[in-house]
């Protein structure tokens, strides 16, 4: 790519989809990272499994993997990918009323989860 041309625009500025079919199929992997602070109230009752509606943590769990799966309906130029793994961690941190999150994607294909 050269400096400064961003792939997803032709010529005259239109949007495009990249083509990848002259690509070859390899494989690939992205980790992504977040933290979510909140009160201390907050997260002793995710911890304790205190909220009405069940597991936080599990239903966040899922929502990553459901997004994961999701990102090229969400991102008008992204590729659909067959996606071989999605892991998304969720480690409490009390110190800093915080969970960390970190979610892994991995592909093998003609373009990637980054």
Known sequence: MAKGKLTHLDEKGA????????????????????????????LKLILDDGLKKGNALEVARLAGIMAAKKTSDLIPLCHPLAISKVEVELRPDRKANAIEIEATVKVAGQTGVE
């Open 15 to 42: 949007a495009r989809m990249v083509d990848v079919s002259e690509k070859p199929v390899t494989s690939r992997s992205a980790t992504a990272k977040g933290r979510v602070t909140m009160k201390a109230s907050t």
